[in-house]
């Protein structure tokens, strides 16, 4: 006889347990076990059957992994959670006796862990037992730069000290500085809900949100504690990434601090990098020339024996080329790069390889940006420094930091501006003042020699890693489409880059022209309305009947064609066609309440109409085989190609409707245009 199995000793009931019986084994209160679930990663699960894993009559709605609460037990921040614990009682204890000074210094030895020399907790080793590796910690990075970046903008409240504000500001500055220095940065984009960074470190892409910078409204409803959680560990988890990355390309961490400087919004500028690199970073930047003493040259003899190396390996390097122009020859020389095609129709579309030989990291290299004062400075400044950009101004209000505040330098050559036209205002004593910049320029005026552009143009220019033409984003230009670069175009899909015609369908097409046509004939018939009214005082006098008499006799001498029962047939059918349209196109008038579409008359349309029942055939005749190819699949397969059948029809009923969308507004503007 085998043994007897008792209730709750196996299965579901020992692999899980409840969220309550959890808390009593470890002994902490709820909060504290968020927290510690939270830190930890542990987060509720499913069994299959809840009403064995409860063990009770009443329906559990939490349950956890038996093994995970197990595992609790040896965390070393329960017993800083039990001190914590402990300390509260001690204050509740000491005012119920009505102690108020051994309270009062029980609460400020707690909250001065710095002056008893005991922190409270850290969460130092969860980092470590969390992110065994490096790569563990930058694929978890994502959500960790969302948050930091959306608590750094958040208003100080008594849930979000002001303290926790400006650690995650500066944390944020501090991987801003490396991804500035290490041109980290790949692409970026703005969206409604912010701007969309995407960065590469170490072969990893990490994609984060920085809201925009508006004053935030901070609501009721949403759970700062819990959320506070998150951004103690994700504190500690950026200040040991950004160690790492410091370290790896040899600045010293962390960088110094100015606090004078960020009180005076310096932001970028008030830190100020430490390390080799960093020396190498500030010798190449531009230096004033100076009428000081000659450089010393080099030591004759070293320079002799190089110059002897030199002529050396250039008699090697003629030799060499000697052989592979004989090679060259044989094969003629093209100047096409390869293009990179799908090997399959309707398979991914590759990155095709360009002439450019420009680095994208060093894009604005060679520029000097001046910010006017209506721009967003920081994403603007953040990102110009991380395509290689090194001299950027921009007005004095808009903080320190900046490479010149004098918007008539001459040796700014862009500057972005986001205000519409100058607007010349006159004043009574004869000054003009405009809208457009914050020095006292004459009205209309601009610089020279200096390009003007809207901020789109420098998230354009990244994604697309070359500088787009700036005629296109010029103040007061209607501004192209601002395109995700993270939404790969899929074959057949509609693409707001490619001309309309190349991508709507047959059918699309066939309506177009026909609403065209419509267009052209009611403009006709109005002006041939307006034109009779005009012309009816000098309109000429009617033939007689005699001569009309006679163009009827000489019409008729044509020849007739074909025999009257061949006559009679094709009538009928045509007939019978002509008043099914009709009958067709009312009940079309009689359901939309719009009058009754006249039959073309002119070769065109009949064209088009033989067009359209040709089109119409060929999509009845592709439905009825689509139906018989259905029906040899079994019903399990049937099934699965009706929900993909339905999801491809979902998608292009979508693509429709953005083609009609841009087929509209392409239309207005060329109306506006005539």
């Known amino acids: 006889m085998g043994r007897i199995k008792k209730k709750g000793e196996a299965g579901n009931a020992k692999n899980y347990i409840t969220r309550t019986q959890a808390v009593k084994k470890l002994q902490i209160s709820l909060p504290d076990f968020r927290k510690l679930c939270i830190w930890k990663g542990i987060f509720p699960r499913e069994p299959r059957n809840r009403k064995k894993a409860s063990k009770s009559s009443t329906a559990s709605t939490t349950f956890y992994y038996a093994k995970d609460i197990q595992y609790l037990l040896h965390e070393p921040l329960l017993q800083k ?26 609460e400020r030895n707690a909250a001065r862990p710095e002056k008893t020399g005991k922190p409270r907790y850290t969460l130092d080793h969860v980092i470590r037992e969390r992110y065994p590796t490096f790569v563990d910690a930058l694929r978890d990075l994502d959500d960790c730069l969302s948050m930091l970046f959306l608590f750094a ?25 490396y991804l500035i220095v290490s041109q980290s940065l790949r692409k970026s984009f703005l969206s409604i809900k912010g701007i969309y960074y995407q960065a590469n470190i170490q072969g990893e892409d990490i994609l984060w949100l920085v809201p925009y910078k508006f004053n935030q409204r901070v609501v009721g409803d949403v759970d700062f504690r819990i959320m506070g959680t998150f951004v103690e560990f994700y504190m500690t988890l950026l200040g040991f990434v950004n160690f790492r990355l410091y370290t790896s390309i040899g600045l010293k961490y962390p960088p110094k601090f100015d606090q004078a400087k960020d009180e005076q919004a310096g932001e970028l500028g008030a830190f100020k990098l430490e390390g080799n690199l960093a020396n190498a970073i500030s010798d190449e930047a531009p230096k004033q020339l100076t009428n000081g003493s000659e450089e010393t040259g080099p030591d004759p003899k070293t320079q002799a024996e190089v110059n002897k190396l030199i002529r050396e390996m250039r008699e090697v390097d003629v030799d060499g080329d000697k052989a592979e122009n004989e090679a060259e020859k044989e094969e003629p020389a093209t100047d096409a790069i390869d293009k990179f095609e799908p090997a399959a129709p309707g398979g991914d579309v590759l990155p095709q390889p360009s002439y450019s030989g420009n680095e994208p990291e060093s894009l604005f290299a060679n520029c000097t940006f001046y910010l006017s004062r209506e721009t967003p400075r920081q994403p603007l400044e953040f990102i110009l420094r991380a395509f290689g950009c090194k001299r950027i101004g921009w007005d004095a209000t808009l903080g320190e930091g900046a490479y010149t505040t ?11 501006v986001d205000r519409p036209v100058i607007q010349a205002a006159m004043n009574e004593e004869g000054d003009g003042e405009d809208n457009q910049t914050a020095q006292k320029l004459a009205p209309n005026q601009r610089m020279p020699g200096r390009i003007y552009v809207q901020p789109q143009w420098v998230w354009d220019s990244i994604n697309d890693g070359e500088m787009k033409r700036p005629d296109l984003y010029a103040p007061g230009a209607q501004l192209p489409p601002h395109l995700s670069p993270f939404v790969q175009n899929t074959q057949g899909a509609y693409d707001p880059t490619i001309p309309l015609e190349e ?41 007689s009947d005699d001569e009309e008499d006679e163009d009827e006799d000489g019409g008729n001498d044509s020849f007739g064609g074909f025999s009257e029962d061949e006559k009679e047939a ?13 009958y067709q196109r009312e009940l079309e008038a009689e359901l939309t309440g719009k009058p009754i579409k006249q039959t073309p008359s002119n070769p065109q349309s009949k064209a088009k109409a033989e067009a359209r029942k040709k089109l119409a055939k060929a999509a009845k005749e592709e439905a009825e085989e689509l139906e018989r190819a259905k029906g040899m699949l079994s019903k399990k397969k049937r099934k699965l190609f009706e929900q993909m059948q339905y999801t491809n029809n979902k998608k292009s009923a979508e693509d429709q409707k953005l083609r009609a969308k841009r087929r509209k507004l392409e239309k207005q503007k060329a109306k506006a245009k005539a």
């Open 153 to 177: 903008n958040l208003p100080s409240t008594s849930t979000v000290p002001a303290k926790m504000i400006a650690r995650c500001e500066r944390l944020c500055l501090e991987f801003q500085h």
């Open 406 to 416: 004098n918007e008539r330098d001459p040796s700014i050559t862009h500057q972005i």
């Open 81 to 106: 959670f039990r001190e914590q614990k402990a300390l509260e009682k001690k204050i509740s204890r000491a005012l119920g006796r009505g102690d108020v000074t051994d309270a009062s210094r029980l």
């Open 570 to 582: 094709n009538e009928s059918e045509d007939d019978e066609q002509a008043a099914e349209l009709q």
């Open 503 to 543: 991508q709507q369908t047959e059918g699309e097409a066939l309506e177009d022209s026909e609403e065209e046509v419509d267009e052209d004939e009611e403009g006709g018939d109005d002006l041939a309305v307006k034109q009779i009214e005009n012309g009816a005082d000098s309109m000429d006098i009617a033939r």
